[in-house]
């Protein structure tokens, strides 16, 4: 069933969820992420990565100012650890969750932490990365959105002129990162804004030069229940990342458009099922009925086949745009 949201109704939404201080608090996270860039690409040129792992940047913490920068650790999209980014060459690794979802794979027995060069790291990163490709975690959302990023930085063809918004954003050092953003989305129309904020998924530069889109990406899982909100969702996003880009020079430069706010896109990303089209098409349709607060906004989805136990990659079977 379609929410029958339009997004004059998403975007209104949006705006009476948006508090001040939320404003205030990512304005100054937004800024210390812009200013910690060059300290931030060179503690990511001291980092050896390794295959299947990918690092995420906790936005709050460089925001923070910890003492030591902290990276997460993920496996097949799944977080197993974290890294510090300390002064010093040891580059102290942490394993996280490993005894609810990685039993068995940290050797290091009465070792909360280790260098990051340590063969024992190594020898659980390689366990935790076979456990999150084989077991109940990797139909979780997280490893989706891993092998989609893997799947935007490798396949020319199914991303064809797109490019992933990391941190930072102007190097090919930069990681992935989930944009902080004033409202949280959570369902259709009329329970779509959670209390405080909430987070984008993944972020594309679609386009070349001033043609290009800000696409902000929804990702849903091959279980996922909530596929005809998802487009909702992303709508939310989109506006509430409209709300931020013209607010300063700091969210611009921070996504890689240091000149001027793009057009964006909202674009959902579901499993392809003869159902999922239905619904993605009629939300398509609900939405496009009113959209003069937002005109410059795109919408699309996109439908993907995903084998996680083999490959692990994903492919883009099909796109849909508004009717």
Known sequence: MSTQATVDDVVEQVQQGIKDRQLARLDNIARRMVEAEAEVTNFLRTIRKRRHMMFYVNASSIAERKPSLQLSVRAHGVQCGRVELTGSKDRPFTPLHHESVFPGCWEASGATSLPWKHPSVRKYLERAEEVARTSAVATREAAVEAATIRSIRRDRRQWRYQALVRYPARTNLGVPYQLPVPIRARGGA?????DGAGHTDLLTRKGLG???RLRVLELKGPRAGDVSASLDQAVAYAAALRTLMTRGEWYPKLLGYPKY???LEATAVVADSKKARAEIRDALESLSRSI????ELRLSALFY????????RIEITHEQGPA
């Open 210 to 212: 001033r043609s290009s």
């Open 190 to 194: 009329g329970r779509l804004l959670g």
């Open 261 to 263: 706010v793009p057009p």
């Open 292 to 295: 003069a607060t937002f005109p």
């Open 305 to 312: 086949r995903w084998e996680p136990a083999a490959s692990g």
